[in-house]
């Protein structure tokens, strides 16, 4: 759901390892979901988008995973790479609204 | 980097005050939004303009304001300052007014200190 103040979750991986990001969204109307990268002291970077008549869909080292009964949204990393440091979020749109519901954000962190 | 122009990056400014924030949009983007982040939070979406005009609002304080012009730039009034206005202030831009199939890039953001 939005971004509600809350201080980030952490998830840390060993490099070389895959990762996975959750994000629960908020809308059971929500037909499009967006997972942004945001690197420190950056702006945040769109990485991967998925439509509702879709469960999956792969990118480059990355794969979103849809889960419409249980309104969840996954980002799998494969092969995670210290580049990969960032706080990713997901966003929702809500079909009845033109602006994207954002999630909190997850803060990846790569161990050596 | 985004095609998206943020200006300043940094602004330092006291209690009380009002500062302007501006953003240029990508070259052919209509749309502007404007977010807030605190430090080590996720983002806020404030406000959205569209070719001039305000789409949509979010969690936007009274005491903040934005306008779009007609060259397609924008700008972010925030006045009588607190000091939990201290933030990063993003600007984004998408092609369409829509959130379907419209990626946003984003700005490198204002950092604003409030002391």
């Known amino acids: 759901g939005e971004s509600v103040g809350l201080h980030l979750p952490t998830l840390s991986v060993q490099e070389g390892d895959n990762s996975i990001i959750n994000c629960a969204y908020s809308?059971?109307?929500?037909?499009?979901f967006i997972w942004y990268k945001q690197e420190s002291g950056k702006g945040p970077q769109f990485i991967i988008d998925i439509r509702s008549n879709m469960d999956k869909r792969q990118g480059q080292r990355v794969t979103v995973l849809l889960n419409k009964t249980v309104k969840h949204l996954s980002l799998q990393i494969a092969a995670t790479q210290p580049g990969d440091s960032a706080v990713y979020f997901c966003?929702?749109?809500?079909?009845?609204?033109?602006?994207?519901?954002w999630g909190a954000g997850t803060k990846l962190i790569i161990k050596p | 980097d985004s095609g998206v122009t943020q200006t300043p990056k940094h602004l330092i400014t006291a209690t009380g005050q009002r500062v302007t924030l501006r953003c240029s949009p990508r070259s052919g983007d209509l749309s502007v939004y404007w977010y807030q982040q605190s430090l080590d939070q996720g983002l806020q979406f404030l406000i959205q303009y569209y070719n001039g005009e305000e789409r949509a609002k979010g969690n936007i304080l009274e005491r903040f304001s934005a306008q779009q012009f007609p060259d397609l730039h924008s700008e972010l009034n925030l006045s009588s300052l607190e000091l939990g206005d201290s933030a990063l202030y993003f600007c984004?831009?998408?092609?369409?007014?829509?959130?379907?199939?419209?990626?946003?890039?984003f700005g490198p953001g204002t950092r604003l200190t409030v002391l």
């Open positions: 809308n059971s109307a929500s037909d499009y």
């Open positions: 966003a929702e749109n809500p079909d009845s609204n033109y602006q994207l519901i």
């Open positions: 984004a831009s998408s092609a369409g007014g829509g959130s379907l199939d419209n990626e946003q890039f």
